[in-house]
């Protein structure tokens, strides 16, 4: 029984080895709780300093009149010191697409975000979500 145990230990130990080495895409449900509550807290000092900043710059507001949802995901590669690259997966801004201008003026904002310890060295996947629900 014990070896059997230890047997499993190991094989856990190498595919978590392994994930780490791959370097996997994480998202937000698959980020530990420390990470999930350290991104909840990115993502609201980022929106207030930030996103709501841009979006009162570009006229961009949700109503239920004419644009209920702007909403993005974004691709972080995380460097060991934090500073991290952010590349637009997909967005929808009222049923469109940024702007050539907002999209670079939003990638360089999301590029300030200096990534704490927990997420260093590695590549994570958020979504960001402006809805009405009309």
């Known amino acids: 029984m014990k070896r059997l145990l230890l047997i499993i ?16 895409t994480l998202d937000y449900s698959s980020i530990s709780t420390v990470q999930r ?3 909840d807290e990115i993502e609201y000092m980022w929106e207030l300093s930030h996103y709501n ?20 995901e974004v691709l972080f590669s995380v460097d060991e010191n934090g500073k991290a690259k952010a590349n637009l997966i997909s967005e929808k ?3 469109k697409k940024f702007n050539e ?15 704490p310890k927990v997420f260093h060295d590695g590549t994570f996947k958020f979504r960001i979500v402006r809805a009405l629900k009309c």
């Open 9 to 24: 230990s190991v094989l856990l130990s190498i595919n978590v080895i392994n994930a780490q080495e791959k370097k996997d």
């Open 37 to 39: 509550a350290e991104w």
């Open 53 to 72: 900043p841009f979006l009162k710059k570009h006229k961009l507001k949700t109503s239920c009149a004419h644009c209920n949802s702007i909403n993005f």
């Open 93 to 95: 801004v009222c049923g």
């Open 101 to 115: 201008k907002q999209k670079v003026e939003l990638l360089q904002l999301l590029e300030k975000i200096a990534f």
